[in-house]
């Protein structure tokens, strides 16, 4: 059993609590060494005894000449670096080994607290499981200790021992011989879990829990077995205890003639003890002594563990806890602090007074401040100086961070470019504390802010027209005017700073994009029933051909329009919607395109559009004509301003291929907008 003298090392006083246990003979460094270093001692004085009585002056000189070479280089040998390490490892194997160790008393309380029946078959459930556990670590340890296979060297001990019955020594010769070599240490976990799961149908297991736990404590309780198995099968390389070995007996080898006092020795005083080289071999041997002692600890010195003891007490233990103790405890009444809720201290004897304590304080319990120095001051800079401090070095950033869209792009281009381009994104580090919350809740994703560029309100050229709906419309931002503020400062200083916002929250944008305000019917058509009209004279008689038939709610005094007319003038509408179509398609653009011309219709000219109607007379055609040509007059002078400054800023700076298509690109999508304008435009004016 390992050696404990913890006891005697409680307290150290004086010149040490280790000089009483230098006088310990069991399992002691001189019970270890005394024979190793007897024999290094013997081979030391008959090397020197030859040397001063057997050998003549010239065999002196050759023993000189060895003596001085073995004492040069034996401290090239690295000993100590070698030693050490081994020996660290098998410390830390030791007790590994130790802790891999399992103990039933856990697979005890449990059997005892769920397997629930006071009668027979009750007890002898809960008093099975137990046996077959404490069963299980009995044959691995006999696997492993010498000690242990020398009190149960066969099964049939462990029958006359009673850990087995003569049934269950049947199962376990059947199955040695059918598969003779694995290790049958895991047979009785088997067993266990079996009543375990019997228990449970009974009911004397109350829930699925419970027999949930009690089957994965059998499961640990097998695992740590099985790394006991492990340890000894698996040990420490052997070529590193060799190389260990090798080391200490070569090196106290060499040092038993290198450390011989010789007649051309420099050293004067003749030593008949090597004080030194006793002390070294001392020293190092036990080390070595040390590591063979405990890289098994199963075995029989006496530093190993008192694995016998073990096994009778966790048979003791757990038959106690599963039998003797099952649903027994003492009767409730109530502790004498029952008032008190907890005591204020418990007593201390006469000899326990002088280890009276206080209770711990912190390190900073000392520390007193006046009413002065508590008083809380003011912080000396405002949010408000932080702010202008940063619009003042940054004020680009600023400006991002205020309009709630951290990006940045290089290059010189167009900004509906700049927006189609992803090569020159990258996040803005801008944004500042103060403005932090207000960001957070005005992030966007790529589309919407797409969507925000084909925007009327949102154009580069700042020309802002009708407030009715179109379909590529969408509610404005308000970093529209940061954005076209740094437009202008781009267009003055030659760079501009427009890029892309970063998807960084999809479950924000989404929620952002919940509350976008959608087109609707409603929106769009007048709701309710038409206003009736004033009531005309219906011609009588037959109508004798089709094209001669007109609409009962058209206008008092309206001009009717010829029937081939109106056919031209329907051909020349849906022309000119189509090619409008072809146009906006060919640029591949995201915007919403007109819808087909709505047919409303009343009376008996349902099958044609309702714009006809309003298109034959000749005032409204021309008044229509004159505003159309204004409308087209006013875009021509504004794309020639706009191509006027596209072909300056060229000349200011080189454009590379891609910017120049994205450019394009961008003024196709504008026009198309445009067109889409003028459609819807033309629409409200007719209505």
């Not at 694995?307 to 009444?333: K, T």
Request: a neutral charge; aromatic letters at 10%; one cysteine or more.
């Amino acid at each position: 059993m390992t050696v404990s003298y913890t006891a005697e090392v409680a307290t150290c006083r004086g010149l040490g609590c280790f000089l009483k246990l230098l006088l310990r003979w069991r399992a002691s460094i001189y019970k270890l060494v005394w024979l190793d270093l007897a024999l290094y001692l013997s081979i030391y004085y008959a090397l020197s005894g030859t040397y001063r009585l057997i050998l003549n002056a010239e065999q002196k000189k050759t023993f000189e000449a060895v003596v001085a070479y073995c004492n040069e280089y034996s401290d090239l040998i690295p000993l100590s670096f070698v030693l050490g390490f081994y020996v660290s490892i098998v410390m830390t194997r030791w007790w590994n080994q130790y802790m891999a160790i399992p103990w039933p008393d856990s697979i005890a309380v449990f059997v005892s607290a769920t397997v629930h029946g006071n009668d027979e078959r009750g007890r002898l459930m809960r008093r099975t499981i137990i046996r077959y556990v404490c069963v299980c670590l009995t044959m691995v340890l006999s696997n492993v200790s010498p000690r242990v296979k020398k009190r149960f060297p066969t099964l049939e001990h462990f029958v006359e021992s009673g850990l087995l019955l003569e049934n269950e020594l049947s199962v376990f010769q059947g199955l040695n011989a059918k598969f003779p070599k694995p290790s049958k240490h895991w047979l009785p976990i088997v067993w266990a879990s079996s009543i375990v799961t019997r228990a449970r149908k009974e009911g004397r297991i109350r829930d699925d829990f419970a027999m949930k736990t009690l089957v994965d404590e059998l499961n640990q309780f097998r695992g740590k077995c099985g790394s006991i198995t492990h340890y000894d099968t698996i040990s420490v390389p052997l070529v590193y205890t060799q190389v260990v070995t090798l080391a200490v007996y070569t090196y106290f080898l060499t040092s038993v003639i290198g450390r011989q006092i010789v007649e051309s020795s420099t050293i004067t005083i003749d030593l008949y003890f090597p004080v030194f080289a006793t002390l070294q071999f001392f020293f190092y041997m036990g080390w070595l002594k040390v590591a063979e002692t405990l890289i098994n600890p199963f075995g029989e010195d006496d530093d190993d563990f008192e694995v016998n003891w073990l096994i009778d007490r966790n048979l003791q233990v757990s038959y106690l806890i599963v039998d003797e103790m099952h649903h027994e405890h003492p009767e409730l009444i109530r502790d004498q602090y029952w008032d008190e809720i907890f005591p204020t201290e418990l007593p201390y004897t006469a000899a326990a007074q002088p280890f009276r304590e206080e209770h711990p304080q912190p390190s900073t319990a000392g520390i007193q401040l006046s009413a002065a120095q508590q008083e809380l001051q003011p912080s000396s800079v405002k949010i408000d100086e932080m702010l202008s401090d940063y619009q003042k070095f940054r004020p680009d950033m600023a400006d991002d961070a205020a309009s709630g869209i951290h990006f940045t792009a290089r290059g010189k281009m167009s900004r509906s470019a700049s927006r189609v381009s992803n090569r020159d994104r990258t996040l803005s580090g801008g944004s500042t504390s103060s403005n932090l919350g207000g960001s957070l809740t005005r992030i966007n994703s790529v589309t919407s802010v797409l969507k925000r560029f084909f925007s009327r309100e949102d154009r580069p050229d700042g020309v802002t027209t009708s407030d009715s709906k179109t379909p590529a419309k969408i509610p404005s931002s308000s970093s529209t005017a940061s954005l076209q503020m740094r437009q202008i400062n781009a267009g003055a200083g030659g760079s501009m700073r427009i890029g892309v916002i970063e998807e960084v929250d999809e479950q924000m944008t989404l929620t952002s994009m919940k509350h976008e305000s959608k087109p609707h019917v409603q929106s769009i058509f007048a709701q309710g029933p038409p206003p009736p009209s004033a009531p005309v004279d219906v011609p009588s008689g037959e109508r004798s051909h089709k094209r001669d038939m007109f609409s009962r709610s058209a206008p008092v005094g309206g001009n009717i329009c010829t029937s081939d007319n109106l056919d031209t003038r329907i051909t020349h509408e849906r022309r000119k919607g189509i090619r409008k179509q072809e146009s906006t398609h060919s640029v591949q653009s995201n915007i919403t395109y007109e819808p087909t011309i709505s047919y409303i219709g009343s009376g008996s000219n349902d099958d044609l559009p309702s714009t006809t109607s309003s298109s034959c007379s000749s005032d409204t055609a021309d008044e229509f004509t004159k505003l159309k040509t204004e409308r087209k007059e006013q875009r021509r002078n504004r794309r020639l301003a706009r191509s006027a400054s596209t072909i300056n800023d060229q000349a200011q700076s080189p454009v590379d291929a891609e910017t120049l298509l994205l450019t394009e690109l961008a003024q196709a999508s504008h026009l198309a907008t445009l067109a889409a304008e003028e459609r819807t435009e033309e629409r409200n004016y007719r209505k």
